[in-house]
């Protein structure tokens, strides 16, 4: 019982509209706000006397030497006098404090015997407290389901973005954000799991979106925006999803989906058609969207499709279906950036499909590789044709640094 009425006080103060408290925001910007009078890192541009304010709230807990506040501050040691700086930053700081109008502005930042410290007697909230707060709740081992997954979305509401971002470099910043950084990732995964079980699947969407938002790099929320999509019926929605994933995936670290992922892909797929009796319907479903010539490009899970139905076919044909691999790699074997990468695949990609037939299929295999299947062709024509997609890439880019080689073998024969 004891947990429970915890959980509501929590609930209660997540709300943050009592207008006669100081509101702190740390998560996604820093901002305190009284009422209608507010004060931001986004609107108010002087970097250090923010960098100290947020060092003094951070670390809100104890008495802070002014050695700490001045390596906080001027890690390199770029003041020539230090002591009178910091003095400086503190006045430039209660002149900002004042614009909120608060009752006890003038005695928001305590100094005693050469340290400094945050008034914590004042009537105030951090959003960074809070969420820790509703996060541990959440884990009591005594809380009830609903009580827990109330409390994980009022977590989740009030993580509006990594902590501080505009002081996302500083040494002091980086640990305590890793710290709120991964609370956060694991109560999404808890709360999507608790929406789960009672059929939410518009609250997991919505909580996935914006974890997404925050963290675009973390497979584990784009499983379950893909499961939460799969089950609310918007498959094509779930497939540009996982397109754009794939996408920024490949782009950013040239690194491919995980297993967990392609599998969910292919259901998706193999989901994504409902009951239709009109063969009319169903083929326009099937027409492609525009005519474009040249090769088609898909995903590799489609690839490995059509791979295995050209071989059932060629073992009833007995025609010959070459598999062809073309790789970009650095002849000097001198890592090249992803993003010349990137620019030189998109390029690679272009010369297959306008070297290639109508009919042809490519797909890519890894950040620096195509595969290309092609039937009704000798193993000459293959070189010849692998040869010429090479010339193209050259001539499109005559400044890569890649070097384009290409492998051929037949496709292996199932009697």
Known sequence: MATKKRCQELLHLALRDDPGKLHI???GGCSLSNGQQSISDQVIRSK?????????????????????????VYP???????????????????????EL?????????????GTYMWNNQLNFDVDTELFDQLYTAALESDTEDGDRMECLLAAAHLYSGDLLPKSAMESWVIRLSAYYHSRYLDAVSRLCDLLRRQSRFEDIVTVCRHAVDIDPYEESLYYHLLCALVDLGRHQTALTVYKDMTDLFYREFGVTPSDNLTSLYREIIK???TVETDLGVIKEKLREDTAENGAFLCEFEVFKDIYRLEVRAAARTGESVFLCLITLSSAE?????????????????????????????????SVAQYLLMLPTITYENCEMVLSRIIRRFRKDAPNCPLQPTFSIQPIDMVL
Not at 101 to 113: A, E, G
Not at 338 to 344: D, H, M, P
């Open 25 to 27: 925001n740390m998560l």
């Open 48 to 72: 250090k006397p923010w960098l100290l304010l947020e060092f003094l709230i951070a670390f809100r807990d104890r008495e802070l030497s002014q050695n700490e506040l001045i390596e906080a």
């Open 76 to 98: 390199e040691g770029k003041s020539e006098n230090p002591v009178n700086a910091l003095k400086t930053l503190v006045h430039r700081i209660r002149a900002m404090l004042d």
């Open 101 to 113: 109008h608060f009752s006890d502005s003038k005695n928001m930042i305590l100094q005693t015997r």
């Open 271 to 273: 989901s994504i058609h």
């Open 333 to 365: 074997s001198v890592d090249v950036p992803v993003k010349a990468l990137n620019t030189n695949m998109d390029r690679l990609s272009s010369s297959i499909k306008y070297s290639l037939r109508r009919g042809d299929v490519y797909a890519k295999y």
